[in-house]
């Protein structure tokens, strides 16, 4: 078999489509992968609509970069893992092309940028990590995000005395955000969020030390409270589809005004101009784009230890649903509710049928 069953994106768009094309082969330090789960994410929606990161590969392109499965294939140069390994990993969203992409049988993953299924958890658990939690450590470790110090690796820090607040906690990234936060001992980790049935509990236990309710009436005043004037970190993970009092306004707002801070964030956005004069003491503020690719280094070390953390319980999987078999009706629906902004599940493809 030389050919496989694949979800295509011919037209910006216009729906993805059910068709054939060819397995890739792996090179050098690849391995080829049965994908067992696919997982979707927003920018995919971006994907097939505005061409995000894919229009140069049209009629040809295909979406999705949260990869687990089944190692078919070994490059000439892969040490770490051999034929049938239970792998995850992030393709290569920027130069990889459709071969590295999810929503088809088989794909490419470079062997630094995946790591082993750890026994307790499933394939579906395991391809809930790969975009969302690379996005968010690489949003706070980078020194092109947060640059905060490696402390789990040994790097001298104190964070004990120190806050974080994480904008849109309830987000994927949000979620993963929380937990890197809490690993490196932060004191107070302040997150915003639509509090749901349980109050918040569910972002407390994955670290979070306070739960504002995004729609309270004064969330700055409230989270002012807590941190006063001393903040010097601030993620904002929302992804563009908010505006008002969880826009990245609010996380500028929050710095302090006499001492240095720093905001990352998901996407674009530029610094109000009046926020920005309030801060006396400067600040930096990087748009992150988490991708393993573009960090070679941070992300080969998070590929490496991220095993561990599962198998320890301080990196914990998010909840998902299943799309059974390259349901092309499906897909595309779930891609529509990401336009128009309906909630929207973690959702996983399963392209071959076990």
Known sequence: MDTQQALILKEVQRPLVLGRRPIPQPKGNQVLVKIIA??????????????????????????????????????????????????????????????QAGLQQFCILDADFAAPIPSLISFDEAATFPVNAIASFIALFSSSGLDLALKFLGQNSDYANEAIVIIGGASNSGKFALQFARLVGFGK??????????????????????????????????????????????????????????????????????RKGSLATLVRG???????????????????????????????????????????????????????WLDVGKVNALLDDYRDGRAATKTHVHPNLM
């Open 270 to 324: 530029e610094a109000d101009p009046d926020i920005a004069a309030s801060k006396k003491a400067g600040f930096r503020k990087n748009q992150v784009l988490g991708v393993s690719d573009l960090h070679k280094e941070l992300a080969s070390m998070f590929w490496e230890i991220i095993p561990g953390w599962i198998e320890k319980g301080q990196l914990k999987p998010l909840n998902f649903r299943v799309i059974e």
């Open 189 to 258: 980790i302040i997150t915003t969020a639509k509090i749901r049935n349980d109050g918040g509990q569910s972002l407390r236990d994955l670290g979070a030390t306070h739960v504002i309710d995004r729609e309270a009436a004064d969330v700055e005043g409230q989270i002012r409270a807590i941190v006063g004037d001393e903040l010097l970190y601030a993620f904002d993970t929302v992804n563009g589809s908010y505006t008002g009092s969880i826009s990245h306004q609010l996380a500028l707002s929050l710095l302090s005004t006499t």
């Open 38 to 99: 696919a997982g979707i994410n927003p920018h995919d929606q971006k994907g097939r609509d505005r061409g995000l990161l894919v229009g140069k590969h049209l009629p040809h392109a295909v979406l999705a970069n949260d990869i687990s499965g089944i190692v078919e294939k070994v490059g000439p140069e892969v040490k770490r893992f051999s034929v049938g390994d239970r792998i995850f990993g992030q393709s290569n969203i920027l130069s990889g092309g459709p071969d």
